[in-house]
């Protein structure tokens, strides 16, 4: 008996014997295994590979897309997510691994009751995108940067944000924003 993963490849199914062995010893897969992952505070199901990244299964079967798929190998910073608060690539998590763990998603946070994050209102504000695609990513670690560093200066947004990149060149934008979004938020208006 043979598993067919989401890219096609075939993975071959264990003998009992192995299996058992295997489950003693505390490994799944390399078959397709059933997790719950808490995402935006939600428990949701999923069947994954263990080879398959956090990224891939939010995308492909949780229909959250806001984290994109740009590098897929962790140094870009498209796929940010927060995990227990902090950031992390989306990409280089395996599925399997962010059981247990509080994700969050751009998803999680950018509209609350119909009202834009302030983040999300200063990215529009400042210009701060042109094709959008590192955007999302650029917002959820601005997050857990203005989180731990509410009152920042100029140059520590810019350090702080040095896990993202932009292909667009928007990064002054980018900066302004969040500088923008740091005083809002001292306001108590979106937090
Ligand atoms: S897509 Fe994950 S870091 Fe680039
Ligand atoms: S706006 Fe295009 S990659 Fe950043």
Redesign the pocket.
């Known amino acids: 008996m043979q598993s067919v993963g989401a890219t096609g490849a075939v993975a071959p199914a264990l003998i009992p014997e192995q299996a058992a062995a295997q489950t003693a010893a505390g490994v799944v897969g390399p078959g397709a295994v059933a997790i719950t992952l808490t995402i935006n505070g939600k428990p949701l199901k999923a069947t994954v590979e263990p080879r398959e990244t956090l990224l891939d299964v939010m995308r492909h079967q949780l229909d959250l897309t806001g984290a994109k798929r740009v590098c897929d190998r962790g140094t870009c910073g498209a796929c940010s997510v927060l995990v227990n608060g902090k950031v992390a690539y989306a990409c280089s998590i395996l599925a399997i691994d962010a059981q247990g763990k509080q994700i969050t998603t751009i998803e999680g946070f950018s509209m609350t009751a119909g009202k834009p994050h302030a983040l999300v209102a200063a990215f529009v504000n400042n210009d701060a995108?042109?094709?959008?695609?590192?955007?999302p990513g650029?917002v959820v670690a601005s997050k857990a940067f203005l989180d731990r560093n509410p009152n920042p200066t100029y140059e520590q947004v810019k350090d702080g944000l040095g896990g993202n990149?932009?292909?667009?060149?928007?990064y002054m934008g980018i900066r302004k924003a969040v500088l923008e979004a740091a005083k809002t938020m001292k306001g108590g208006s979106n937090a």
């Open positions: 995108q042109q094709c959008g695609y590192c955007t650029f990149l932009c292909r667009c060149g928007t």
